[in-house]
């Protein structure tokens, strides 16, 4: 029984960076959703790419801070 009390912190770490992974996959989904609409739909292709680029980035930045 001690076994399993040992093993908490672990598949606590496992599942915060597994939250973080997921969180990171929905909010690039929608950054990715919102360039297209904006390139597609809205005629402003040049914004939707920066938008795109900078976003991408700003997520990885953000997400590589967060510890």
């Known amino acids: 029984m ?6 908490y ?13 997921v969180l990171f996959g929905i909010l690039f989904v929608v950054l990715l959703l919102a ?10 292709p040049i914004f ?3 938008l795109g680029i900078g976003g991408t980035i700003a997520l990885l930045v953000a ?5």
């Open 2 to 7: 001690a076994d399993v009390q040992d093993d």
């Open 9 to 21: 912190p672990d598949h606590f770490s496992t599942y915060t960076a597994f939250n973080k992974l």
């Open 35 to 44: 360039c297209m609409a904006l390139g597609l739909v809205g005629n402003t």
């Open 48 to 50: 939707a790419l920066l």
């Open 63 to 67: 997400f590589a801070v967060m510890s």
